[in-house]
Each structure stands twice: as C-alpha cells, then as structure tokens.
C-alpha cells in the first residue's frame, strides 16, 4: 500500500519559514521522481517544486529563489524549505511520486497559511 505522508504545514507571519515534508512508503523512493504542488482555494493545482531521481530540480518561477526542494533516499522522504514567505503562497501543499508509466501517487495535503 503506497502512503505519501505530508507533515509541517501551519501558520506563518509573512517574511517567515516554514520546512514541509513527506515520508514515503509502499514505493521504490529512490527511482521516483518527488514533487510538491499546491491549490488555493478557487484556483487549480500547480507544482512548486519537483526532483528527479537523479536529483536535477525544477522550481515554478514564483518560488525561485525562495524554496529548496530536497531529497533523502535512505529515509524515503522529500523536503520542501520555504523561506520569505509570502501571502500568495497560501493553499494546501501536496507531495507526488511518479515512476513514469501512469505509476503516481498523492499525498492528503498539508495547509500553509501565510498571513500579511
């Protein structure tokens, strides 16, 4: 059974940070690709951040510079650093895995809320 477990989310002064996790089971981690999107309410999903198997990241322009997505094959977990936090970076944050093939799975979503 694949699990994608989000921990992290919660409340923050704008300017702040917050580091934001997951922890995977039930998959190979480390042939995964990882990534972390978010959905505002009335607003369609979006990736933030992604990483490959073999570590080469991709960022959306609006958190370049400001997140660091990260991986830990040996403990099977994904991190997303989110610093300089701002009021539009508010929703709820999803971890993904995809091997490829039709092979993704979801996390539940944890909640960043970011206040100004």
């Known amino acids: 059974q694949v699990q994608l477990v989000e921990s992290g989310g919660g409340l923050v002064q704008a300017g702040g940070s917050l580091r934001l996790s997951c922890a995977a089971s039930?998959?190979?981690?480390?042939?995964?690709?990882m990534g972390w999107y978010r959905q505002a309410p009335g607003k369609q999903r979006e990736l933030v951040a992604s990483?490959?198997?073999?570590?080469?990241?991709n960022y959306a322009d609006s958190v370049k510079g400001r997140f660091t997505i990260s991986r830990d094959n040996a403990k099977n977990t994904v991190s997303l650093q989110m610093n300089s936090l701002k009021p539009e970076d508010t929703a709820v944050y999803y971890c993904?895995?995809?091997?490829?093939?039709?092979?993704?799975?979801w996390g539940q979503g944890t909640q960043v809320t970011v206040s100004s």
């Open positions: 993904r895995s995809d091997r490829g093939y039709g092979y993704d799975y």
């Open positions: 039930g998959i190979i981690f480390r042939i995964n690709a």
């Open positions: 990483i490959a198997s073999d570590y080469t990241t």
